[in-house]
C-alpha cells in the first residue's frame, strides 16, 4: 500500500509541473544559424524563390498563394507538409520584408503558431543566416507541452538551415 501512495505521489507531482508549465511559460524561443559561402544578394533570393522551397524542407507537399501584395511584405501562403505520414495545413503569412536583410514569418498550423525571423549578414563573400524563433499555442494544453520540445523545435529548424546551405552552395 506504501508503494502505491508513493506512486500516486510521484504521478501527482509530474502532473502538476506539467500543468504549471503552461502558466510560466507563454512562449518557447530559440535561435538557429548557419554560414554559407555565397554571396548575401544569390542567397537572400535563393531563400525567397518559393519553388526552392521543396529542396531544403522535403516535407512541403504544396504552397499555394492565398494573398501577394507589393513588397512581399503581408503576402499569405497555403503550405502543407507532411509530417510522419500525417498531412498538416498551415497559413504562412511575411511579416517583414527588407531586402538582403531580413525576413519575417508567421505561421499558423493548426494549433501552433511560430514566428520565424530570418537575418540575413555578410563578411567577406561568407553569408550568416540567423533564424530566431518563437512558438505558442492558443490551447493550453499544447503551451504545456511546447517547452518540453524545444530541442526538437529547435534541430529540425537547424537541419532545415543546414539543407538550404547544400542547396544554395550546389548551385
Same mark, same amino acid.
Given at each position: 500500500?506504501?508503494?502505491?501512495?508513493?506512486?500516486?505521489?510521484?504521478?501527482? +507531482?509530474? #502532473?502538476?509541473?506539467?500543468?504549471?508549465?503552461?502558466?510560466?511559460?507563454? /512562449?518557447?524561443?530559440?535561435?538557429?544559424?548557419? @554560414?554559407?559561402?555565397? *554571396?548575401? /544578394?544569390?542567397?537572400?533570393?535563393?531563400?525567397?524563390?518559393?519553388?526552392?522551397?521543396?529542396?531544403?524542407? *522535403?516535407?512541403?507537399?504544396?504552397?499555394?498563394?492565398?494573398?501577394?501584395?507589393?513588397?512581399? #511584405?503581408?503576402?499569405?501562403?497555403?503550405?502543407?507538409?507532411?509530417?510522419?505520414?500525417? /498531412?498538416?495545413?498551415?497559413?504562412?503569412?511575411?511579416? +517583414?520584408?527588407? *531586402?538582403?536583410?531580413?525576413?519575417?514569418?508567421?505561421? $499558423? +498550423?493548426?494549433?501552433?503558431?511560430?514566428? $520565424? $525571423?530570418?537575418?540575413? #549578414?555578410?563578411?567577406?563573400?561568407?553569408?550568416?543566416?540567423?533564424?530566431? @524563433?518563437?512558438?505558442? @499555442? !492558443? @490551447?493550453?494544453?499544447?503551451?504545456?507541452?511546447?517547452?518540453?520540445?524545444?530541442?526538437?523545435?529547435?534541430?529540425? !529548424?537547424? !537541419?532545415?538551415?543546414?539543407?538550404?546551405k547544400s542547396f544554395v552552395e550546389k548551385q
Amino acid at each position: 500500500m506504501k508503494i502505491i501512495k508513493i506512486i500516486l505521489g510521484i504521478i501527482t +507531482a509530474l #502532473t502538476i509541473v506539467f500543468f504549471a508549465t503552461g502558466l510560466f511559460v507563454k /512562449e518557447t524561443n530559440y535561435t538557429t544559424q548557419v @554560414s554559407v559561402n555565397k *554571396p548575401l /544578394e544569390e542567397v537572400f533570393t535563393t531563400f525567397n524563390n518559393q519553388e526552392n522551397l521543396k529542396e531544403w524542407i *522535403p516535407e512541403i507537399k504544396s504552397f499555394e498563394v492565398i494573398n501577394e501584395t507589393l513588397g512581399r #511584405t503581408g503576402n499569405t501562403y497555403k503550405i502543407v507538409v507532411v509530417n510522419q505520414g500525417q /498531412e498538416i495545413t498551415m497559413t504562412e503569412k511575411v511579416m +517583414a520584408y527588407i *531586402p538582403n536583410e531580413k525576413v519575417t514569418l508567421f505561421f $499558423d +498550423a493548426e494549433n501552433m503558431l511560430k514566428t $520565424d $525571423d530570418y537575418i540575413f #549578414t555578410t563578411e567577406n563573400e561568407l553569408t550568416t543566416v540567423t533564424l530566431n @524563433s518563437s512558438c505558442r @499555442s !492558443d @490551447s493550453y494544453i499544447m503551451s504545456c507541452l511546447f517547452p518540453y520540445f524545444k530541442g526538437t523545435f529547435k534541430r529540425q !529548424d537547424q !537541419d532545415y538551415l543546414n539543407n538550404f546551405k547544400s542547396f544554395v552552395e550546389k548551385q
